[in-house]
T-cell receptor, first 112, second 116 residues
């Protein structure tokens, strides 16, 4: 099992560009999450999904969109990147509830 | 408003001694508490958890204590090993009434360094 994988690992964007971060899990988990981690901050929830075809807003959803077309994939989109979105992004998945989430290795995004 | 607080950004201990990481929370509705460990350039990994109906949970060298009246939990690592050097995040589970799902609220983390 690969667990939770994230693509890409690193990316540099210019302000206004768009991109999509891909998260994939092979554990048949229902719940998937996108977090961002900034220096001196804990992980903050951006969006989450409780099942295929469903998404919901987390704590810091502005500037991001998500889609869960397949159970194993959860996509995070930035339509018009801003320097404030420079961060490390983590995807996670879990079974029915939030207990013991499994995290991916992270994507380091820099917006110049 | 920070609901989960880890007031010590860093902690340094000697190998073989006890490491105590602390976490305070403000919301009495939290029903489950977890500790995650994170190494540089990796995602966080689950370490240990405790339900709000318990006051202690032990797993090998790791023990988590919960004091609900003080809204405080702590993680004890005994004995500490150099491989334990990492950032430790405290997290609390909160039921989201809309949709009925739950989310985790994370603290800012404490960087533990275990010196040989």
């Amino acid at each position: 099992n690969a667990g939770v994988t994230q693509t890409p690992k690193f990316r540099v964007l210019k302000t206004g560009q768009s991109m999509t971060l891909l998260c994939a899990q092979d554990m048949n988990h229902e719940y998937m999450y996108w977090y961002r981690q900034d220096p001196g901050m804990g992980l903050r929830l951006i969006h989450y999904s409780v099942g295929e075809g469903t998404t919901a807003k987390g704590e810091v959803p502005d500037g991001y969109n998500v889609s869960r077309l397949k159970k194993q994939n959860f996509l995070l989109g930035l339509e018009s990147a801003a320097p404030s979105q420079t961060s490390v992004y983590f995807c996670a998945s879990s079974t029915g509830l939030v207990y013991e989430q499994y995290f991916g290795p992270g994507t380091r995004l820099t917006v110049t | 408003d920070q609901q989960v607080k880890q007031n010590s950004p860093s902690l340094s201990v000697q190998e073989g001694r006890i490491s105590i990481l602390n976490c305070d929370y403000t919301n009495s509705m939290f029903d489950y508490f977890l500790w995650y460990k994170k190494y540089p350039a990796e995602g966080p990994t689950f370490l240990i958890s405790i339900s709000s109906i318990k006051d202690k949970n032990e797993d090998g060298r790791f023990t988590v204590f919960l004091n609900k009246s003080a809204k405080h939990l702590s993680l004890h690592i005994v004995p500490s090993q150099p491989g334990d050097s990492a950032v430790y995040f405290c997290a609390a589970s909160l039921l989201i009434t809309q949709g009925g799902s739950e989310k985790l609220v994370f603290g800012k983390g404490t960087k533990l360094t275990v010196n040989p």
